[in-house]
């Protein structure tokens, strides 16, 4: 059924609370993938065996004499967590997160109409919530279409599927940090530390385009505030260079900034502009083959601040440099180019400079370069040495 958590529970085959501690060391032993066996009466839940607690129970002096005989109920997790079937995903998580972490090294019961159905693990759990995001993402892509032909609606469309996004990504991005820091235990093959540290990045690229995305709709319904204060231009791209560098590096490109000795501050918001410098920077540096080169130059006059970032990569054809503004367009727009991306980081970069009262403009020749300037008018800067930008 939708919204049914039924997909995420694994059938295990449940145990009495009289079964001995011998038979399900038995059980344990015969199988090496099993990590949790579930205790029922009848049909109702009452606990859970955990495979590393129950084998280090034994392992201890006189620990197998002591309970080889007895029955399993003595040592259960007599308190698992139990969620109903039809529980949302969001109020699992919740419920694990806020009330029962424990929950995601020793498993939970899912329960239908109070019987058991079968256990959740943080694996199960993982997959489960990437299957759902999935279905989120298609939702969206096919929603974004039928919007396209209403701004507004669009716009609320984008906001709305961006935040529910955020639920089922937090969720993975948390639990496979969980698992990568093996938090509540090791994770046994170290492979489980490796994937989940993957899904881990993964997600935070998720993220960063769903941040995009919600962003561009709130600049297009016009709700989009700006926290302004007053920082120094200089230090905020030299922080979004060194971000870069590895990545620079690793594609042969050379990665530079050029400023004169002394800038006015800018007052605007550092957040804002750190993105748009960080989108301008990355994107050059995305579309500037080995041996290229990526600059990024400041100037300030009496009348304007400009930012320019200067590459010596792929060029845009003068047909697609209209098209580069729009969003989700990107100059090569087929389902096999050969640069990711959402086609998002100019679009957004260039309402976020005229959020500021500035503008954004791009001239590019293809195989030679781009050049995309950005102006900020002179109430934003504050005072200090101006130094008139030369020609060029």
């Avoid at 259960?76 to 139990?82: A, G, H, I, K, N």
């Avoid at 870069?244 to 530079?256: D, I, P, R, Y």
């Amino acid at each position: 059924m939708p919204g049914s958590l039924e997909s995420l529970a694994l059938s295990l085959q449940p145990v009495s609370p009289d079964k001995s501690c011998a038979a399900i060391y038995d059980l344990f032993t015969a199988n090496e993938n099993l990590f949790t066996i579930p205790i029922v009466d009848g049909e109702y839940p009452l606990g859970l065996i955990n495979r590393h607690n129950f084998i280090h129970a034994l392992a201890q002096k006189y620990g197998r004499a002591l309970y080889d005989r007895r029955p399993i109920s003595t040592l259960m997790d007599s308190s698992p967590l139990v969620v109903d079937v039809n529980t949302s995903l969001e109020t699992l998580n919740r419920l694990i997160v806020d009330d029962n972490p424990n929950a995601l090294l020793q498993g939970f019961f899912i329960t239908q109409e109070d019987c058991y159905l079968g256990i959740g693990t943080a694996l199960s759990l993982l997959q489960y919530t990437n299957q759902h995001m999935h279905r989120r993402a298609l939702e969206l892509e096919e929603a974004r279409r039928s919007a396209e032909q209403a701004s507004v609606s669009k716009s609320r469309f984008l906001a709305t599927m961006s935040h529910e996004l955020r639920t089922p990504l937090n969720a993975v991005m948390g639990f496979s940090e969980l698992i990568e820091q093996e938090t509540y235990g090791p994770a046994g093959d170290p492979r489980y530390v490796e994937y989940a540290g993957l899904i881990r990045s993964s997600g935070e690229h998720l993220l960063t385009i769903i941040d995009d995305v919600l962003d561009m709709s709130r600049i297009e319904a016009g709700k989009l505030e700006l926290a302004e204060e007053t920082f120094e231009p200089v230090d905020l791209a030299m922080r979004c260079v060194n971000i870069l560098k590895t990545q620079a590096v690793e594609k042969g490109v050379a990665l530079s900034i050029d400023h004169p000795g002394s800038l006015p501050d800018l007052y605007a918001d550092p957040g804002k502009m750190r993105q748009v410098v960080f989108n301008l920077l990355s994107n050059a540096v995305k579309f500037t083959t080995a041996g290229g080169s990526v600059e990024i130059r400041m100037r300030a006059s009496d009348t304007e601040f400009i930012l320019a970032v200067v590459d010596t990569g792929i060029g845009i054809d003068a047909n697609d440099l209209s098209r580069v503004m729009e969003p989700f367009i990107q100059a090569d727009n087929s389902l096999q180019r050969q640069y990711n991306g959402t086609g998002l980081g100019l679009p957004l970069t260039k309402s976020l400079i005229e959020l500021h009262g500035g503008s954004l403009e791009i001239k590019s020749i293809q195989g030679v370069g781009t050049t995309v300037v950005a102006r900020l008018p002179a109430d934003r800067l504050v005072s200090g040495t101006y130094t008139m930008m030369q020609a060029g």
